[in-house]
T-cell receptor, first 115, second 110 residues
Framework: GAGVSQSPSNKVTEKGKDVELRCDPI?????LYWYRQRLGQGLEFLIY????????KSGLPSDRFSAERTGESVSTLTIQRTQQEDSAVYLC?????????????FGQGTRLTVV | RKEVEQDPGPFNVPEGATVAFNCTYS??????FFWYRQDCRKEPKLLMS???SGNEDGRFTAQLNRASQYISLLIRDSKLSDSATYLC???????????FGRGTSLIVHP
């Protein structure tokens, strides 16, 4: 596709369940980012992938959160044993390179609701 | 101190007004600066990059002040369609991870 694609667009899950969110970046984009945005709040950095380098996981809030990326393609963000405070929009972005001077393109996000 | 700080607003202005937002950042090693726009329940989209010499794109002007560690966005002749949240973005010092401010809400009314 032409843009960053995320799935599902909406997810409602019960507290304690695991969820997996998917991101398809723009073809050729080596950098991929995951952010979380709670209602009325700013974007909170979670994790960053750049090519085949080790990911920067410094933003992951707890060990319940993990993410993987295969090469320069699809990424999945997994949240284990979900809690109500995990409810948020999870945004994925990709850019041409890890150099911050390039534009980051965002997907439309996955709206996660933990009930 | 937060890495990137913005006045959340809202700024409520009439059509045709000029409005300015400031954003301060804490890491003096930051190298890349941007303004993004986010419409309600939508993803952020790049509005403009911010260059050291300042830059203009139509009604929008962005400026960077490294000494005082802030960037600004000026919108002239506001339109109803400018109503949105404007996000200040600074790359994380020492790496290339964009750090987002909380955003400034702008409401342009007739």
């Amino acid at each position: 596709g032409a843009g960053v694609s995320q799935s599902p667009s909406n997810k409602v899950t019960e507290k304690g369940k695991d969820v997996e969110l998917r991101c398809d970046p723009i073809s050729g984009h080596t950098a991929l980012y995951w952010y979380r945005q709670r209602l009325g709040q700013g974007l909170e950095f979670l994790i960053y992938f750049q090519g085949n380098s080790a990911p920067d996981k410094s933003g992951l809030p707890s060990d319940r959160f993990s993410a993987e990326r295969t090469g320069e393609s699809v990424s999945t963000l997994t949240i284990q044993r979900t809690q109500q405070e995990d409810s948020a929009v999870y945004l994925c972005a990709s850019s041409l390179a890890g150099i911050g001077a390039t534009e980051a393109f965002f997907g439309q996000g996955t709206r996660l609701t933990v009930v | 101190r937060k890495e990137v700080e913005q006045d959340p607003g809202p700024f409520n202005v009439p059509e045709g007004a000029t409005v300015a937002f400031n954003c301060t950042y804490s890491n003096s090693a930051s190298q890349s600066f941007f303004w993004y726009r986010q419409d309600c329940r939508k993803e952020p989209k790049l509005l403009m990059s911010v260059y050291s010499s300042g830059n203009e794109d139509g009604r929008f002007t962005a400026q960077l002040n490294r000494a005082s560690q802030y960037i600004s966005l000026l919108i002239r002749d506001s339109k109803l369609s400018d109503s949105a949240t404007y996000l200040c973005v600074v790359n994380k010092g020492g790496s290339y991870i964009p750090t987002f401010g909380r955003g400034t809400s702008l409401i342009v009314h007739p």
